[in-house]
C-alpha cells in the first residue's frame, strides 16, 4: 500500500506564503500524478494544483494560478507546493493525492489506484 505524507501548512495573514510538501512511497507505479485536493466543511474537493513525474507537467487550478507552484523532486519523491499571495478563501485541509492520472484534477474522479495523504490544515487571516 502506497505511503502518501504531508508536511507543512499553518496559520499565516493575508499576503503570505506557506509551502506544503507530500513525500510518496510504496506507490506501485514509476511515474504518477501528485498533487493536492482542498476542502473546507460543507464543500467538496477541489482540485488545487498537481504535477506529472514523468515530464513536469502541471495543471493549476484558475483560483490559484500565478500564485501557486507546484515541482516534484525525484530523488526525494517528494512534491512541494509553494503558495504565495494567500488568501482568505484559500484556507481549507489541503490533502496529497497520488494517482496514475492527471484526470483527478480535471474534473475526473480518483482512479481505484489512488493514495490520499492524511491532510494538512491551512488558515489564512485577513
Known amino acids: 500500500r502506497a505511503r502518501v505524507e504531508e508536511s507543512g501548512g499553518g496559520t499565516v495573514q493575508a499576503g503570505g506564503s506557506l509551502s506544503l510538501s507530500c513525500v510518496v512511497s510504496?506507490?506501485?507505479?514509476?511515474?504518477?500524478?501528485v498533487g493536492w485536493f482542498r476542502q473546507t466543511t460543507g464543500k467538496e474537493r477541489e482540485g488545487v494544483a498537481a504535477i506529472w513525474t514523468g515530464n513536469g507537467d502541471t495543471v493549476y487550478a484558475d483560483s490559484v494560478k500565478g500564485r501557486f507552484t507546484i515541482s516534484y523532486d525525484n530523488s526525494k519523491k517528494m512534491a512541494i507546493l509553494h503558495m504565495n499571495m494567500l488568501k482568505p478563501y484559500d484556507s481549507a485541509v489541503y490533502y496529497c493525492?497520488?494517482?496514475?492520472?492527471?484526470?483527478?484534477?480535471?474534473?475526473?474522479?480518483?482512479?481505484?489506484?489512488?493514495?490520499w495523504g492524511q491532510g494538512t490544515q491551512v488558515a489564512v487571516s485577513p
Open positions: 493525492l497520488v494517482d496514475i492520472t492527471l484526470s483527478a484534477w480535471y474534473g475526473a474522479a480518483p482512479s481505484p489506484a489512488k493514495s
Open positions: 510504496e506507490f506501485h507505479a514509476s511515474i504518477y500524478a
